[in-house]
């Protein structure tokens, strides 16, 4: 039996990866407003019937190019520090990499927006990569690893909000230089963060 080719142009991989990397591009610099079909084609250097070969609406890809490259490794590791430390090495390089422009405005955006599209991005971004780090770090709570009376919230908002703070203030060009020191960092401040915990625990069992 002969088949049918199907309808239709045929996927070309390199010219959707084009595509993602410039949708990611131009949010960043134009935000929701400023993101069409038109702009991105031009950006992408392909044809816009190229685009809507694969997408009908700009909002599905939006969140195709965020689900395509910004990908969270979650919880990494089997012990507090070293999670924290793999976490905090995956958002300095993500804030500060090729698609920091889109990482931030989707932060920047949410805050002033209910529009679906940005909440599912800022979800895909932020909330449910740290919902998975605090619910592992609650597991450590669980077992004893990290004592009963220390907060994972404030643990993790410590660390979560100490890597946006670094990002976002530290200037255009101190960035390829910080970006050799991202490992010593992570370790300095996820260490700086349990010597606080540790301390407090021999405080407590002292006045006890």
Known sequence: MQ?????????????????LQSALRLYGEAGWHGFNFTKIAAKAGVGKSSMYARWTEREELLIDAFRALVVSPGPVGEDPRTILINEIEYRLREYLGPHRGAVRRV?????????????????????????????????????????GHI?????????????????????????????????????????????????TSMRIVHVS
């Open 3 to 19: 088949q049918t080719a199907p309808l239709g142009r045929p996927r070309n991989d390199l010219a959707d990866i084009k595509i």
């Open 107 to 147: 932060f920047v955006e949410m805050c002033s927006s209910s529009i679906p599209v940005i909440t599912e991005a800022y979800e895909h971004v932020y909330v449910r990569p740290i919902k998975e780090i605090n619910v592992r770090l609650w597991d450590f709570k669980k077992a004893g690893i990290i004592p």
């Open 151 to 199: 907060s994972v919230t404030r643990l993790l908002d410590a660390i979560e909000g100490s890597v946006l703070m670094r990002t976002f203030c530290l200037p255009e060009e101190d960035v390829e230089c910080f970006l050799t020191e991202v490992e010593e960092y992570a370790e300095l401040l996820v260490d700086d963060q349990l010597r606080g915990i540790n301390t």
